[in-house]
C-alpha cells in the first residue's frame, strides 16, 4: 500500500525585544546563567506580570505579514505543567484566544505553487533551559536566563506532504520574520525552532492518520531529517501490522532517528485557565493600522516586482530577495549602473563569494552599490577586462578603495587603442614565424595560442575583443 505524509509545523519565534515579556530582565544571550532573572520571571509568591507592550506590537506585525485576522479581543492563560526549568509550575501562553488566527503563506518548489494554512498565531512565555553534566558529572543544572523571554508561536495547518514542503515553508517564513525584523531567528541560539506534527494516510484516503510530535528541531537540515525518519518509522509499523501510537518523540541527530519522548499531552492534560493576574488585550484597529503601515515590501511582493521591472528569471530574484539588505544592494547599484542582468550576475556571483569569505554582511561591505557600479561601468566602457575586473573587486574589499583608484595605483588600465594592440600583435607575429605560417596552412587552432601570446605581452591589458579583430586581419 502507498502511503501520503501529512505535516504540521509549530513554529517558536523569540520575539525581538530587549525585555522579557512579563518583566524587565534583559533578554541578552550568552550572559551568565541565571543573571537575567527576577522574582517575576521566577516565579516568587505575590509577584506580578506585566505586559510587554512591544512583545504584542511584534506579534501583530508577524500576523499581518502572514496573512492573519487580528482578533479584537485575546487572552493570556495559564498551561499547567511540571518541569525543572519552568519555575512557576505554569506557563503563561494563550490558549482559547489567541492574537491571530486563519493566515497563510505560499511556497513555491519546482515552479509549482501551494498554499500552506496558519491555524493560529498565539504569545506565550519561553521556559528556562536543563543543562546535563557530561563526563563524570551526573548532575543537570536549571539556568532560568532565558524563562520568560517572548515567543510567538505560529501552529500550520497539516498542509504540508513531503519533507521539502516543510523546509520551503520554514525558509520562507523565515524570511518574512527577518524582513519585518521581529526576530533575529538565530537556531543555533534557540531563536528560530519548531516542532513537526507527523502522520500518514493511504493514498485515496481522507481520514489522517495518527500523528507523532517531533519536538525542538533547531536546523533545517535536522528537521527535514527528522521528517523522513518519521514517514519511514510509522510506514513500516503500519505494514506489519501495527498501529501508530501518539506520542511526542525526539530527534537523536547523530544517529539519524527519532526516539520516544512520553505520550502526547492533549489540551485537557495541561488544565488552561485564564491567567488571573493579567488582563485581556483588547486590539483596535487603529492600532493595526499604524503597525501595518510600518511593514516593509515583503519578499512575494519584491519577487513579482523584481522580476516585471528588472525582467530577471525567477532564480535571479530569488537569491536578490532573500534578504532586504541584498535587494537594496542590487536596486542601489541598478540606479548608477542600468544594467539589471549583469548587476545581478555579479552579486549573485563575484560579492556573495566575497561576503561568504570574508563572514561579513553586505550591510558591512566595504564595496557599496556606488563603487560596484563603478567598477562595472570601466568594463562596459573597456577600460578594465571582466577578468581584470574580478581581481580589482577583490582588491577594493580588502583595501577599502574605488576601482578608479586600484586601477591608476596598479597601472592596470586596459589597453584598447587599435594602434596599440596592433603593434603588439606584429611583435608576436614577428616572434612566432612558423606558427604564423602553420596557421595560414591550415591549422586553425593555432589561433587560440596567438591570442593567448598577445594577452601575455600585454601584461593582460588588451581589450580582447580588439585582440580578436585584429589578429585575424593579420593572420
Request: one cysteine or more; hydrophobic letters at 35%.
Amino acid at each position: 500500500m502507498e502511503y501520503i505524509p501529512v505535516i504540521g509545523l509549530e513554529v517558536h519565534v523569540q520575539s525581538k525585544t530587549e525585555t522579557k515579556m512579563f518583566c524587565a530582565c534583559s533578554t541578552r544571550f550568552g550572559e551568565k546563567p541565571n543573571n537575567n532573572v527576577c522574582p517575576i520571571c521566577l516565579g516568587m509568591p505575590g509577584m506580578l506580570p506585566v505586559i510587554n507592550k512591544k512583545g504584542v506590537e511584534l506579534a501583530i506585525k508577524t500576523s499581518l505579514a502572514i496573512n492573519c485576522k487580528i482578533e479584537p479581543l485575546n487572552q493570556f492563560a495559564r498551561k499547567n505543567y511540571f518541569y525543572p526549568d519552568l519555575p512557576k509550575g505554569y506557563q503563561i501562553s494563550q490558549y482559547d484566544l489567541p492574537i491571530a488566527t486563519g493566515g497563510y503563506i505560499d511556497i513555491g518548489l519546482e515552479g509549482a505553487k501551494k498554499r500552506i494554512g496558519i491555524t493560529r498565531l498565539h504569545m506565550e512565555e519561553d521556559a528556562g533551559k536543563l543543562i546535563h553534566g557530561d563526563g563524570g558529572d551526573q548532575n543537570s543544572y536549571v539556568d532560568l536566563n532565558r524563562a520568560g523571554v517572548p515567543l510567538m508561536e505560529i501552529v500550520s495547518e497539516p498542509d504540508m506532504r513531503s519533507s521539502e514542503e516543510a523546509k520551503e515553508y520554514m525558509t520562507r517564513l523565515k524570511e518574512i520574520l527577518e524582513y519585518i525584523e521581529v526576530s533575529d531567528c538565530n537556531m543555533e541560539e534557540g531563536s528560530l525552532r519548531c516542532d513537526a506534527n507527523v502522520s500518514v494516510m493511504p493514498v485515496g484516503s481522507n481520514t489522517f492518520g495518527t500523528r507523532a510530535e517531533i519536538k525542538n528541531l533547531n536546523s533545517f537540515r535536522f528537521m527535514q531529517k527528522a521528517i523522513e525518519y518519521e514517514i519511514e518509522r510509522q510506514i513500516e509499523i503500519l505494514e506489519d501490522g501495527g498501529r501508530i501510537i501518539q506520542e511526542t518523540r525526539l530527534f537523536d541527530s547523530a544517529k539519524g532517528i527519532t526516539i520516544s519522548m512520553r505520550s502526547k499531552e492533549e489540551a485537557h492534560d495541561y488544565r488552561y485557565f485564564p491567567e488571573p493576574d493579567l488582563q485581556p488585550i483588547v486590539v483596535k484597529n487603529s492600532w493595526v493600522e499604524e503597525i501595518r503601515k510600518e511593514l516593509p515590501e515583503l519578499p512575494e511582493a519584491k519577487r513579482q516586482r523584481f522580476i516585471s521591472e528588472y525582467s530577471l528569471s525567477e532564480y535571479d530574484v530569488g537569491v536578490l530577495s532573500s534578504s532586504i539588505a541584498l535587494g537594496d544592494y542590487f536596486e542601489k547599484t541598478v540606479s548608477k549602473y542600468n544594467n539589471p542582468k549583469a548587476s545581478s550576475n555579479w552579486i549573485m556571483g563575484e560579492v556573495l563569494r566575497l561576503l561568504k569569505d570574508g563572514n561579513i554582511n553586505v550591510a558591512d561591505f566595504n564595496v557599496t552599490p556606488e563603487r560596484l557600479s563603478e567598477l562595472l561601468v570601466m568594463i562596459e566602457e573597456g577600460k578594465i577586462s571582466g577578468k581584470m575586473g574580478k581581481a580589482i573587486l577583490e582588491d577594493m574589499a580588502k583595501e577599502n578603495k574605488t576601482a578608479q583608484e586600484i586601477v591608476e595605483e596598479k597601472g592596470l588600465a586596459q589597453i584598447s587603442g587599435k594602434d596599440d594592440i596592433a603593434k603588439i600583435i606584429d611583435e608576436v607575429i614577428a616572434s612566432h614565424p612558423q606558427e604564423a605560417e602553420d596557421y595560414r596552412g591550415g591549422k586553425d587552432r593555432l589561433f587560440g595560442f596567438f591570442v593567448g601570446q598577445v594577452l601575455k605581452a600585454s601584461k593582460g591589458k588588451a581589450n580582447p575583443q580588439t585582440v580578436n579583430e585584429l589578429l585575424k586581419e593579420k593572420l
